[in-house]
């Protein structure tokens, strides 16, 4: 995990929450999201990193956690040549 990509998320997430859960905490089972609130917490997150996560990629196995958030982040930013990287946003 980069530093950066963790630094964005949690960034992100404290606009949107007061607590910042563990790790490996599950967003959408404690409550600390609705379904709603935590589309736009995904949206935000898309504006800050500049890139549009493709839809294959919007999962449990990615977004569940905040570690598994901040491990999404970490690997599409890290600027690796990956056809299932997300589109830059124009």
Do not use: W
């Not at 949107?16 to 999201?33: A, V």
């Not at 800050?48 to 990615?62: A, H, M, V, Y």
């Not at 890290?78 to 830059?88: L, N, T, Y």
Request: a negative charge; aromatic letters at 10%.
């Amino acid at each position: 995990m980069t530093d950066h990509a963790r630094n964005v998320v949690l960034s992100c997430l404290a606009e949107y929450i007061r607590i910042i859960p563990d790790d490996d905490e599950l967003l959408l089972q404690s409550h600390l999201f609705d379904s709603m609130g935590f589309v736009v917490f995904i949206s935000h997150l898309e504006q800050k990193f500049e890139f549009q996560i493709p839809e294959g990629d919007l999962s449990e196995e990615n977004f569940s956690s905040l570690g598994r958030i901040i491990t999404y982040f970490s690997t599409v930013s890290d600027g690796k040549p990956d056809d299932s990287a997300p589109q830059r946003v124009t």
